[in-house]
């Protein structure tokens, strides 16, 4: 059975407080919007993360204790978590940890770029429904236009003598025929 050492409790008391909001607002997402401000947020988080567990990492393995303006860049941060055990000085349990750790920073990394993808596709698909929606408005404008443009005709058409008006209407007909052809349109009748 492994035992632990009594951890800060007000860290611990955070660590809790934190998860349990990151569950709530996971919890309060209830539209696509709301999951897109989610992946951007948690991909700011997980950048938290990551830079906090390098932070952990310098002050309580490579340099204990050591002020966090004195830490190295995070890249040689990982070398060092990353450097074979030398000789008799360390434990391979401590190169296990140190390599852990590692895996912990390169975890909360992929976390980032999953959470970026994740919303790159949101974003993707957010823009197919806009796009699909001013379509079909765009469509309506013009069937509104269209159906306005023939009303029109058709009520110039009865201002005609009657057999005139038949002549206009076959003439209009082939036209409107004629136009379908070309374009493949489906266009009503007058």
Same mark, same amino acid.
């Given at each position: 059975?492994?035992?632990?050492?009594?951890?800060?409790?007000?860290?611990?008391?955070?660590?809790?407080?934190?998860?349990?909001?990151?569950?709530?607002?996971?919890?309060?997402?209830?539209?696509?919007?709301?999951?897109?401000?989610?992946?951007?947020?948690?991909?700011?988080?997980?950048?938290?993360?990551?830079?906090?567990?390098?932070?952990?990492?310098?002050?309580?393995?490579?340099?204990?204790?050591?002020?966090?303006?004195?830490?190295?860049?995070?890249?040689?941060?990982? &070398?060092? *978590?990353?450097?074979?055990?030398? =000789?008799?000085?360390?434990? %391979?349990?401590? +190169?296990? /940890?140190? @390599?852990?750790?590692?895996?912990?920073?390169?975890?909360?990394?992929?976390?980032?770029?999953?959470?970026?993808?994740?919303?790159?596709?949101?974003?993707?698909?957010?823009?197919?429904?806009?796009?699909?929606?001013?379509?079909?408005?765009?469509?309506?404008?013009?069937?509104?236009?269209?159906? &306005?443009? *023939?009303?029109?005709?058709?009520? =110039?058409?009865?201002?005609? %003598?009657?057999? +005139?008006? /038949?002549? @206009?209407?076959?003439?209009?007909?082939?036209?409107?025929?004629?136009?379908?052809?070309?374009?493949?349109?489906?266009?009503?009748?007058?």
């Amino acid at each position: 059975m492994i035992v632990h050492d009594q951890w800060n409790p007000e860290l611990q008391a955070r660590l809790n407080q934190m998860a349990n909001e990151l569950l709530q607002i996971g919890g309060d997402c209830a539209s696509p919007k709301d999951l897109q401000h989610y992946l951007s947020e948690l991909g700011d988080l997980a950048s938290a993360i990551r830079y906090s567990v390098e932070h952990a990492a310098w002050r309580s393995l490579l340099a204990e204790g050591a002020p966090l303006d004195g830490k190295p860049s995070s890249r040689e941060v990982q &070398e060092q *978590l990353r450097r074979p055990p030398q =000789a008799d000085l360390e434990h %391979p349990g401590q +190169a296990a /940890q140190f @390599a852990a750790v590692c895996n912990v920073i390169a975890g909360a990394e992929h976390l980032m770029e999953l959470a970026s993808s994740a919303w790159l596709a949101g974003f993707t698909e957010e823009t197919r429904r806009r796009v699909d929606g001013a379509r079909a408005q765009r469509a309506q404008a013009d069937k509104d236009t269209y159906d &306005e443009i *023939l009303g029109g005709i058709d009520r =110039a058409l009865g201002a005609l %003598p009657p057999d +005139a008006q /038949q002549t @206009a209407r076959e003439a209009l007909g082939r036209e409107l025929a004629s136009i379908r052809q070309r374009t493949g349109a489906k266009t009503p009748q007058p």
